[in-house]
């Protein structure tokens, strides 16, 4: 099993529509759990972070965490063609030293 | 966020010449800074993990002597592709990170340097 998993997409949605990403992760003891998007050919950018159960909202953004079930999705509202990258699920391990696991990414593409 | 610089942001070479590729962490310090591959239309691909002041830790796979990295100090980390060949040409990715609480842990990417190897 991999560490961080995310359906490879790509996953197509209208515009204007709500776009629902997921991951799951077999660290039952991550703590951190970041979202990254990345456009073709640029880096990751951080979007959204989370630490707790439950959900965060940052303008369209939110993100929702369930440590029980080891499960954290991030939900796209009202979503914009600017909105089409790949969507990297990404988990820290505990110590500075350890590196964070990234999960392999989902390609949304929004159709106008 | 945390701004993370790379230099250069492209560059091309003559096969079995050697290119160093410079990480900055511009506005905090970089307990740990990490070096990615990624080759097109695939992920991410860890290479290397730097603590300042300390020798690399390579992922599988991945030829330290081919691949030097040198984290001097807390805002500054080198990477060096010996004698590259064509198979190195890649976009080469750093980060880093301030600390491992969960308001430092956060992990910030500079912006790549894409490297073609002739």
């Known amino acids: 099993q991999k560490e961080v998993e995310q359906n490879s997409g790509p996953l197509s949605v209208p515009e204007g529509a709500i776009a629902s990403l997921n991951c799951t992760y077999s660290d039952r003891g991550s703590q951190s759990f970041f979202w990254y998007r990345q456009y073709s050919g640029k880096s990751p950018e951080l979007i959204m972070s989370i630490y707790s159960n439950g959900d965060k909202e940052d303008g369209r953004f939110t993100a929702q965490l369930n440590k029980a079930s080891q499960y954290v999705s991030l939900l796209i509202r009202d979503s914009q063609p600017s909105d089409s990258a790949t969507y990297l699920c990404?988990?820290?391990?505990?110590?500075?030293?350890?590196?964070?696991?990234f999960g392999s990414g989902t390609r949304l593409s929004i159709r106008p | 966020g945390a701004v993370v610089s790379q230099h250069p942001s492209r560059v091309i070479c003559k096969s079995g010449t050697s290119v160093k590729i410079e990480c900055r962490s511009l506005d905090f310090q970089a307990t740990t800074m990490f070096w990615y591959r990624q080759f097109p239309k695939q992920s991410l691909m860890l290479m290397a993990t730097?603590?300042?002041?300390?020798?690399?830790?390579?992922e599988q796979g991945v030829e330290k002597d081919k691949f030097l990295i040198n984290h001097a100090s807390l805002t500054l980390s080198t990477l060096t592709v010996t004698s590259a060949h064509p198979e190195d040409s890649s976009f080469y990715i750093c980060?880093?990170?301030?600390?491992?609480?969960?308001?430092?842990?956060?992990?910030?990417f500079g912006p790549g340097t894409r490297l073609t190897v002739l």
């Open positions: 990404a988990v820290p391990g505990y110590s500075s030293a350890s590196k964070i696991i």
């Open positions: 730097s603590n300042e002041g300390s020798k690399a830790t390579y």
């Open positions: 980060s880093a990170r301030e600390g491992f609480t969960e308001a430092t842990d956060t992990q910030y």
